[in-house]
């Protein structure tokens, strides 16, 4: 049982990799002197050989495995901080393996990755890695690439692989839901002595008071954004310029204001709307969303995805309305302790957090949507905001700047339930057992799936490498 739940572990990172990334994924480009021979970490049965990194290490379907292919992926896990002492040639070619499984497989299941989709994700990791090593020339330079060109191509022919793997996984276990009788056999299956421990959780409740601006003040930011936008059309000023001096969105102002978005990307509706109903080269007019004022610069449509870069100015807030809004707060906090209403009736009826203020104030694990924090896994500020809180005491009016950009605003707090550290309970933690459950049934699925499909689909492994214990049946013994 241990090592299923180990394996279930495993699993979830591996999830977690393989379905969220975004940014710069596992790109594989090396960016050191090309080796002819290495001799890297040593395991035990399956150690690392000294192998001519341009060999083929294996074949499967239609993708063919350089022994320089394990070598880079070591390399990039070892440049991601990553711990490689216990990760050996077998296992990392075992897993390369599987992303080829998966990749083949999708190809013949008519899964399809749109070249739009992937020269855009492309796109996207060039301009972090522009930003982070400063310039094209210096990212060819590090990575050791002649020219642009060749290097898009690389990353073509990386990201193409990357996200039909990616859609194959999802493909096979999109269907897979648990039922509570499902749940309830997983649970009792899991001998008493072994049954995990969850950490120390809280239940939080909140109600917030978010001060508005002045009519005066939102008419100064949306003059303000008329003139950075008559100043880009008139005069050629840069937007992106421009997003860097004055926008107030913390995750694009670094980048210029840059994003590239769907239409099914989690943003504002108001901000998609208008995305999409401008030009290439348009900029729009201003217009407000809940995190204040922006102007959008459509800078390239690729169909159904858009490069755009924006900047948002929020109005200022007088201190007179934040004095207000902590005085309203004030006054319902004592209107609590006197009993007049309870916290969740003071939520639901002063609250100004649609999000929360329905369900008595009730804040969610932005990870699993569950109503209790870990403790060990709290943000750091919630944390200090909430630590010294007994339960069902309130906090007093609590000063806070959206992170997300949504302006000012004040709160109180509530600790509303507390969890000690306890050894896993089929109802106080059904929900965890629920993710626990069907992960190993997710997990059960991809092993049939695989161990299916690498019957039926062509591998050779050569010689060099057939003495490994594979995890997977790649030798078909």
């Not at 070249?115 to 972090?128: C, H, I, K, Y």
Request: hydrophobic share 35%; charged share 30%; proline share 3%.
């Amino acid at each position: 049982m241990k090592n299923r739940l180990v394996s279930l572990l495993v699993f979830i990172v591996f999830c977690a990799v393989g379905f969220a990334q975004d940014t710069i994924p596992n790109i594989q480009i090396e960016p050191t002197e090309t080796i002819a021979e290495a001799n890297v970490l040593k395991g035990k049965s399956n150690d690392f050989k000294r192998v001519k990194l341009d060999g083929i290490a294996a074949v499967v379907g239609d993708y063919v495995i350089l022994d320089s292919d394990i070598e880079k992926t070591l390399i990039d896990l070892k440049s991601q901080g990553a711990d490689t002492d216990d990760i050996t040639h077998c296992g990392l070619l075992g897993k390369l393996m599987e992303d080829r499984l998966y990749a083949h497989q999708a190809v013949q299941d008519s899964i399809l990755v749109s070249d739009d989709e992937v020269n855009a994700t492309g796109e996207r990791q060039l301009q972090s890695l522009v930003q982070q090593i400063g310039s094209m020339e210096k990212v060819l330079k590090y990575y050791k690439k002649q020219d642009e060109q060749s290097f898009r191509e690389e990353l073509y022919k990386i990201n193409k692989l990357r996200m039909l793997s990616e859609k194959m996984q999802q493909d096979i276990v999109s269907e897979i839901e648990i039922t509570p009788e499902e749940v309830r056999q997983f649970y009792n299956k899991i001998p008493e002595d072994e049954r995990p421990v969850f950490g120390a959780e809280l239940e939080i409740a909140q109600i917030v008071k978010e001060p508005k601006p002045t009519e005066a003040e939102k008419q100064k930011v949306i003059d303000k954004l008329n003139q950075i936008k008559a100043d880009v059309e008139d005069n050629d000023a840069s937007f992106s310029v421009k997003a860097i001096l004055y926008s107030q969105d913390p995750g694009s102002k670094s980048k210029g204001g840059f994003y590239s978005i769907t239409k099914d990307t989690g943003f504002d509706k108001t901000f998609k709307d208008v995305a999409f109903s401008l030009r290439e080269g348009e900029i729009s007019e201003p217009f407000e969303t809940p995190f204040g004022y922006h102007i959008i610069f459509i800078e390239k449509i690729r169909g159904q995805e858009l490069d755009l870069r924006h900047i948002l100015v929020q109005p200022e807030i007088s201190q007179s309305s934040l004095d207000k809004a902590k005085t309203e707060l004030d006054t319902i906090r004592k209107h609590i302790l006197d009993g007049k209403y309870t916290f969740a009736q003071a939520a639901l009826n002063f609250s100004d957090e649609k999000e929360t203020k329905f369900d008595g104030g009730l804040l969610r694990n932005p990870v699993n949507f569950d109503s209790k924090f870990e403790l060990t896994k709290m943000d750091p500020n919630l944390y200090n905001q909430v630590q010294n809180l007994k339960d069902n005491e309130m906090s007093y009016p609590i000063y806070e700047d959206d992170p997300r950009g949504g302006g000012p605003k004040y709160k109180l707090l509530q600790v509303t339930n507390r969890y000690d550290e306890h050894e896993a309970d089929f109802a106080r933690d059904y929900v965890k057992i629920q993710e626990l459950a069907k992960t190993e049934k997710q997990f059960n699925a991809i092993k049939k799936w695989m161990a299916e499909h690498i019957e039926d689909t062509y591998i050779s492994v050569t010689e060099a490498n057939r003495d490994c214990n594979f995890a997977n049946n790649w030798l078909k013994e």
